[in-house]
């Protein structure tokens, strides 16, 4: 990753960190426990890669890095139901994993009932916070547009429908098309929504959208097998999570079905459909993305 790249990504999850602190409003009522368990999850860091590319998808539509204070609000939903599934994909009853960026995971902490109860309200207000958009200048009609698109890709025929095809895939069962399926409705949708909202906010039309849309498809269809990849060849100090976890739950994953070294080129190949995409988008500016989707490529957490 370029300097620059770095620069402008940590800029940005700062600015993203500074504003989920302040989503759960102080004055309101809320269970101490509860508000804890969901603020230790939300504030337990990370990429922050799909608020980031809220941000820089409005920044892309506009072409001024600084202004995207409007879309705000979507990126902190975004991120908002991101961490609700990381809390619930931890548990017992689904991926069962004790850690997860470097500390222990939200059940192990704050017991299952209170890890499912802060995984509900964090998904819950996400919509809240996505609604104040017009408060900030984003008209009615696309901030419902962006509340549809968050309930219907986060949600059973995206998001959620994927990690249930997951959970219901198996190692010596699962094809190719059933895997690829799977990855890009519980990776790939949420990463499309980010894409597209940040494209509302800034006043994209719909072809830019249309877009932006499939430059996220491909950008979370990759950056899922390179997870898959870095679940075989990580280190867990930079990983922050146990490697090796997908072969022991008998999880069916790119590099079992196609090798390390074709999902490497598949994960390459998909970066370049994307960049091809927001190239053909006619944004003001979409150097930002180019190089997030090339950075992805080879990363290494």
Same mark, same amino acid.
């Given at each position: 990753?370029?300097?620059?790249? !770095?620069?402008?990504?940590?800029?940005?999850?700062?600015?993203?960190?500074?504003?989920?602190?302040?989503?759960?409003?102080?004055?309101?009522?809320?269970?101490?426990?509860?508000?804890?368990?969901?603020?230790?999850?939300?504030?337990?860091?990370?990429?922050?890669?799909?608020?980031?590319?809220?941000?820089?998808?409005?920044?892309?539509?506009?072409?001024?890095?600084? &202004?995207?204070? !409007?879309?705000?609000?979507?990126?902190?939903?975004?991120?908002?139901?991101?961490?609700?599934?990381?809390?619930?994909?931890?548990?017992?009853?689904?991926? &069962?994993?004790?850690?997860?960026?470097?500390?222990?995971?939200?059940?192990?902490?704050?017991?299952?009932?209170?890890?499912?109860?802060?995984?509900? @309200?964090?998904?819950?207000?996400?919509?809240?916070?996505?609604?104040?958009?017009?408060?900030?200048?984003?008209?009615?009609?696309?901030?419902?547009?962006?509340?549809?698109?968050?309930?219907?890709?986060?949600?059973?025929?995206?998001?959620?429908?994927?990690?249930?095809?997951?959970?219901?895939?198996?190692?010596? $069962?699962?094809?190719?098309?059933? =895997?690829?399926?799977?990855?890009?409705?519980?990776?790939?949708?949420?990463?499309?929504? !980010?894409?597209? *909202? @940040?494209?509302?906010?800034?006043?994209?039309?719909?072809?830019?959208? %249309?877009?932006?849309?499939?430059?996220?498809?491909?950008?979370? =269809?990759?950056?899922?097998?390179?997870? %898959? $990849?870095?679940?075989?060849?990580?280190?867990?100090? $930079?990983?922050?999570?146990?490697? @090796?976890?997908?072969?022991?739950?008998?999880?069916?994953?790119?590099?079992?079905?196609?090798?390390?070294?074709?999902?490497?080129?598949?994960?390459?190949?998909?970066?370049?459909?994307? $960049?091809?995409?927001?190239?053909?988008?006619?944004? *003001? &500016?979409?150097?930002?993305?180019?190089?997030?989707?090339?950075?992805?490529?080879?990363? &290494?957490?």
């Amino acid at each position: 990753m370029t300097e620059d790249l !770095s620069v402008y990504l940590d800029s940005r999850r700062t600015l993203v960190e500074q504003a989920l602190m302040n989503a759960i409003p102080a004055d309101w009522n809320v269970n101490a426990r509860l508000r804890e368990s969901a603020m230790y999850s939300l504030a337990a860091g990370g990429k922050r890669l799909r608020p980031i590319f809220v941000l820089t998808a409005a920044e892309a539509v506009r072409g001024e890095e600084e &202004d995207a204070r !409007s879309a705000m609000p979507f990126a902190v939903a975004v991120e908002m139901v991101h961490t609700y599934s990381l809390i619930h994909d931890d548990l017992p009853a689904m991926d &069962d994993d004790d850690y997860r960026r470097g500390i222990p995971t939200n059940h192990k902490v704050y017991g299952e009932a209170t890890a499912i109860l802060a995984g509900d @309200g964090l998904l819950t207000h996400a919509f809240y916070v996505a609604s104040q958009a017009p408060s900030l200048g984003v008209s009615a009609e696309r901030t419902l547009a962006v509340v549809g698109d968050l309930a219907r890709l986060a949600g059973l025929p995206g998001m959620v429908g994927g990690q249930a095809d997951d959970m219901e895939g198996e190692q010596g $069962i699962t094809s190719i098309g059933q =895997l690829e399926h799977i990855h890009l409705h519980k990776t790939s949708d949420l990463i499309a929504f !980010s894409l597209r *909202a @940040g494209g509302h906010a800034g006043g994209a039309s719909d072809r830019q959208l %249309d877009a932006l849309g499939r430059y996220g498809t491909n950008v979370g =269809l990759a950056f899922q097998i390179q997870d %898959d $990849i870095l679940d075989i060849t990580g280190d867990q100090d $930079i990983l922050g999570k146990p490697v @090796g976890s997908d072969e022991r739950q008998g999880k069916v994953t790119y590099p079992y079905l196609i090798g390390l070294e074709a999902s490497r080129r598949r994960v390459a190949d998909l970066t370049e459909e994307a $960049i091809g995409a927001i190239r053909s988008a006619d944004l *003001a &500016d979409c150097s930002r993305l180019e190089q997030i989707a090339r950075y992805l490529t080879s990363r &290494d957490k």
